[in-house]
């Protein structure tokens, strides 16, 4: 049985709204619109725009915000416009409100990463990006917060270092995990070298979550995520 794509939305509308159920679509036929966020730290930002300009994620980078001007050269070589908000205390609410009207009327843009964009979203910006920005931290929380955890994981002598791509939510570092991955350290290595691995996971693991949530392979239920392979 063939039906038309009008049809078969109305369909699966109707019953699921009499169900009390959401339902999304996906045609394949538009690319999401993906912003980056991003402030000093470079690495997974390269690891996204190469991967994207090798065909690996199938989207449209629409811009790169940031915290600070240090990255705009990085922007420029994959000309991507690239814009700077300074988040001062005082005038952080207002700076985050002229982003997401930057975000919501001006790029129309679908998915949000923070690529090591070190300032706290408020709560309005994950509402109105609900399950759409996506952040990546290392795992040694909640063991280690604050400054320097790869010194104090070091001086613990942990075995594992790893990092974790999650949806985020108004419970920063608490929301739906999309996608983990760990490394085997021992005495040998030192803090350069847990900086290292850390890195290389943080860059991996973000671009996988990525990838899943444009590929609309993730459903989100009571604060879990279902992800399936490709």
Request: charged share 25%.
């Amino acid at each position: 049985m063939v039906t038309d794509r009008i049809t078969l939305t109305h369909g699966i509308n109707e019953v699921t709204t009499r169900l009390g159920m959401e339902a999304k679509l996906n045609w394949n036929d538009q690319r999401k619109k993906v912003a980056i966020m991003v402030s000093k730290y470079d690495h997974v930002l390269w690891e996204i725009l190469l991967r994207h300009q090798a065909g690996e994620l199938d989207c449209d980078i629409s811009c790169i915000i940031s915290n600070h001007p240090d990255l705009k050269e990085v922007a420029n070589t994959f000309k991507i416009p690239f814009h700077v908000y300074v988040m001062k205390k005082e005038t952080k609410a207002d700076a985050e409100k002229e982003q997401l009207k930057l975000l919501k009327e001006h790029y129309d843009v679908d998915l949000v990463i923070l690529a090591r964009y070190m300032q706290i979203i408020s709560s309005t910006f994950c509402e109105t990006f609900h399950h759409q920005v996506i952040n990546i931290h290392h795992s040694f929380l909640p063991a280690f917060i604050g400054a320097k955890p790869y010194h104090r994981a070091r001086q613990r002598g942990v075995k594992l270092i790893g990092a974790t791509a999650h949806y985020a939510t108004s419970d920063l570092d608490e929301g739906p995990i999309i996608e983990q991955d760990i490394s085997r350290v021992t005495h040998r290595d030192g803090v350069n070298d847990l900086i290292r691995k850390g890195r290389i996971l943080e860059k991996n693991t973000l671009v996988e979550a990525m990838k899943a949530h444009i590929e609309d392979r993730i459903i989100v239920y009571d604060n879990k995520c279902v992800v399936f392979d490709t």
